[in-house]
C-alpha cells in the first residue's frame, strides 16, 4: 500500500482547532494569567498598548547630534571591594578610575598584590602610579588595622579621600 503525502493550501486543522479554542476562552485565559502573575499581565499589556503610540511632536523639534553627557568634574575615593579588590572610584558616577590592585591570600597570608605584569595582571598601573605604590607591593597584612593604614598610605600618595 503507498500512502501519498502532499502539502495542502492554507493551515493544518489542528491549529485552526487550536487557535479557535484559544479565541473561545480568551477572557479565562486573560483573567488566570492575571490571577497568576498578580495583575501583571494585564499591566504589561497595558503598557505594550501605550508604547505602540507615536511621540507627537509638540512645536518645534530638536535634534541633538551630540550624545555625550555634560562633563561633571569627578570626586575620586579609593574604595576596597568585599573580593578584595583595590580601585580609585568617581563617587558621582560610580565608575571605576583606576584600578591599583587587590588583597590576595596564599595559604592562610594575607598580602596585598600592586597591579603589575609581575603579579600577573592584564592591565597593570601606569609607571608613575607603580613608582609611587611600589613599596606596599607584597605587604603582609595580619590583621584590619594594617589593611587599613595600608589603604591610608595609598590615599595619601595618590591624595584622594
Do not use: C, W
Amino acid at each position: 500500500m503507498v500512502e501519498i503525502i502532499s502539502k495542502k493550501e492554507g493551515p493544518r486543522r489542528e491549529d485552526v482547532a487550536a487557535k479557535r479554542l484559544i479565541n473561545e476562552n480568551r477572557t479565562t485565559i486573560h483573567r488566570l494569567a492575571d490571577q497568576i502573575s498578580n495583575g501583571g499581565f494585564s499591566r504589561s499589556r497595558k503598557l505594550l498598548n501605550q508604547s505602540r503610540e507615536a511621540p507627537k511632536p509638540d512645536g518645534l523639534v530638536f535634534h541633538f547630534m551630540d550624545n555625550s553627557p555634560t562633563q561633571v568634574e569627578p570626586e575620586p575615593r579609593l574604595r576596597r571591594s568585599p573580593n578584595g579588590r583595590v580601585f580609585v572610584m568617581d563617587t558621582k558616577t560610580g565608575k571605576q578610575m583606576l584600578f591599583l590592585g587587590e588583597i590576595r591570600e596564599r595559604g592562610s597570608v594575607r598580602y596585598f598584590a600592586l597591579a603589575t605584569k609581575q603579579n600577573g595582571f592584564i592591565s597593570p598601573v601606569d609607571e608613575a602610579v607603580e613608582d609611587m605604590l611600589a613599596e606596599l607591593d607584597g605587604i603582609v597584612i595580619a590583621t584590619p588595622e594594617i589593611e587599613d593604614k595600608i589603604l591610608g598610605v595609598i590615599r595619601d600618595r595618590l591624595q584622594v579621600p
